[in-house]
């Protein structure tokens, strides 16, 4: 059974970068043809998409966020990243990492980021 | 960017009764079409994918349909643990989106 598990500071300052580490156990993060992906979700609203990764290293991004958003993978380590930088309030919000199939069978039980100084 | 609208965003259902959700997207997503459910505090639950293929463990009221730009999904008969807020997501593209849920209720 593959499990996800999101990890990080729970508290970033405005302007500074946001880092998460999302570490996959079960299974290795380079078997089957898997994107990984974030996702956050602000306190009551809804989801959105932040960008994947594949184990080759190749990414896509949401547009929205691309400027500021870079996520890497450690396959030694069965881990990938999220660094959000410049962040604002509104970066506030249930960080998720998850298995990306197109859909998302796998996820994390997400991590509360909370931008303030 | 395609853009996913859910409705209603808010339905309330006596348990043992039938729920239907819409999603619509503004372009076609094909068949490329999933459908998540959400309870508070936890991370969304995968129900259907493919438009209409209920992922493992799901229990067959839960049945999704529709293709292109107009999808439904179904309970069938609510049970109390089915109340929750649900989601659709098209992959038609890289570009992933969510509409932005329906929260089914207790009537």
């Known amino acids: 059974q593959v499990q996800l598990q999101e990890s990080g500071p729970g508290l970033v300052k405005p302007s500074q970068t946001l880092s998460l580490t999302c570490t996959v156990s079960?299974?290795?993060?380079?078997?089957?043809?898997?994107?990984w992906s974030w996702i956050r979700q602000p306190a009551g609203k809804g989801l959105e998409w932040i960008g994947r990764?594949?184990?080759?290293?190749?990414?896509n991004y949401n547009p929205s966020l691309k400027s500021r958003v870079t996520i890497s993978v450690d396959t030694s380590k069965n881990q990938f990243s999220l660094k959000l930088s410049s962040v604002t309030a509104a970066d506030t919000a249930v960080y998720y990492c998850?298995?990306?199939?197109?859909?998302?069978?796998?996820w994390g039980q997400g991590t509360l980021v909370t931008v303030s100084s | 960017e395609i853009v996913m609208t859910q409705s209603p965003a808010t339905l309330s259902v006596s348990p043992g009764e039938r729920a239907t959700l819409s999603c619509r997207a503004s372009?076609?997503?094909?068949?490329?079409l999933a459908w998540y459910q959400q309870k508070p505090g936890q991370a969304p639950r995968l129900l259907i994918y493919?438009?209409?293929t209920r992922a493992t463990g799901i229990p067959a009221r839960f049945s999704g349909s529709g293709s292109g730009t107009e999808f439904t999904l179904t309970i069938s008969s609510l049970q109390s643990e089915d109340f929750a807020v649900y989601y659709c997501?098209?992959?038609?593209?890289?570009?992933?989106?969510f509409g932005g849920g329906t929260k089914v209720e207790i009537k």
């Open positions: 079960g299974g290795s993060i380079s078997s089957g043809s898997y994107y």
């Open positions: 998850a298995r990306d199939y197109g859909d998302y069978d796998y």
């Open positions: 493919g438009a209409s």
């Open positions: 372009q076609s997503v094909s068949s490329n």
């Open positions: 997501q098209q992959y038609n593209n890289w570009r992933s989106t």
């Open positions: 990764i594949y184990t080759s290293g190749s990414t």
